[in-house]
């Protein structure tokens, strides 16, 4: 596997999820990350269990292609011992409140004055700058504030909790590292450094694309189920007769009448092709009942030679063997500490 990013230096004072995550992306693909962790003070991700050797599983995986340096940065010894080596990096990324750095004389201004072409990246709730700034808040906050909560869930039982961290992932850390890898060839072109800063409540603001182009055009106001791809059409989740369940997302024609001819259900095509929001109560409940009849394993058979965007929902031990991820190696054994562990490799491939 090549390393695209050999060569680039990270310096990361990041904690919790957003950050590490970033920079363990950005170790996948081959940057030398640097860690900045307090000496007696643990980060939460070392402390939740399981633990592997005494290392928390999750720990190992944020952390397992990184370097540690352990500093209390209210000491001003630390704070000299940043200052010293801050030219050995290209990067410097951290995730404090806003104003927490620049009372340590770690921000920006500060830095760029010892490595002016410093590329220096904010991660934060709310941003900077604006009335929540200094604001405490969790990916579910943000959920709330972007909008995506209000039409995500059941429409009689409200918003609905998400198995990941959308916002702390999709939001802080995949826009962190393309705002830092857009930053890297902005100084390649012109040798400039750059401040970056990525509030996580922007960035889960920007995803509501689907949605909040036609509010912003014709005032539509997307709502809970009412939308086609939110429960609104047939695209959803049935359950099986074991209580299993699976997935049904061909919106299509071709992957309708497939479906239709599968299920022995001809009316699918005409109420699929001639979507009626107001009808499609019948047409969920008609699937629910035909998806109720048989098992899990017994669909899985039915489907798995079938091109029509059926899929079941696995656990992610059941992903996790999945021929398609193994045959990927987006899954591979790691041994930490003399124990074997499934742990995610790096999704994206590069090859010459």
Not at 160 to 168: M, P, R, T
């Amino acid at each position: 596997m090549l390393s695209p990013l050999k060569g680039l230096k990270i310096l990361d004072f990041s904690t919790l999820l957003p950050g590490p995550y970033a920079t363990m992306l950005m170790a996948d693909m081959g940057a030398s990350v640097t860690r900045v962790a307090h000496p007696t003070k643990p980060d939460l991700t070392e402390t939740l269990p399981p633990y592997i050797g005494g290392t928390s599983a999750l720990s190992a995986q944020l952390n397992h292609k990184k370097d540690c340096l352990k500093l209390d940065l209210k000491q001003p010894e630390s704070l000299e011992k940043i200052k010293s080596i801050l030219s050995e990096f290209d990067v410097v990324i951290e995730q404090f409140r806003p104003g927490v750095m620049a009372k340590l004389g770690l921000d920006f201004e500060s830095l760029k004055q010892i490595k002016p072409n410093l590329i220096y990246c904010s991660i934060t709730g709310y941003g900077q700058t604006g009335p929540y700034a200094d604001r405490a808040g969790h990916d579910i906050n943000y959920l709330a504030l972007s909008g995506i909560a209000s039409y995500s869930g059941d429409k009689t039982q409200g918003p609905s909790l998400n198995g990941i961290q959308i916002a702390d992932m999709a939001g802080g850390s995949h826009h962190a590292v393309m705002s830092i890898l857009a930053a890297v060839i902005h100084k390649q072109s012109t040798g400039e450094g750059q401040y970056i800063d990525v509030s996580m409540t922007d960035c889960a603001f920007s995803m509501n694309i689907i949605s909040g182009a036609p509010m912003l055009a014709g005032g539509h106001t997307p709502r809970p189920q009412g939308e086609l791809l939110n429960g609104g059409f047939f695209y959803d989740y049935y359950p099986t007769s074991d209580g299993r369940y699976l997935s049904v997302g061909g919106l299509e024609p071709k992957f309708i009448e497939r479906l239709a001819s599968i299920l022995d259900y001809p009316s699918l095509t005409r109420f699929a092709l001639n979507p009626d929001l107001a009808k499609q109560g019948e047409l969920k409940q008609r699937l629910s009942d035909i998806f109720s009849q048989k098992t899990f394993d017994e669909w899985r058979s039915i489907f798995a030679n079938e091109d029509v965007c059926v899929e079941p929902v696995l656990t992610l031990e059941e992903a996790a063997q999945h021929p398609h991820f193994v045959s990927r190696q987006s899954i591979t054994e790691t041994e930490i500490k003399g124990t074997n562990i499934q742990q995610l490799a790096h999704p994206v491939k590069y090859s010459q």
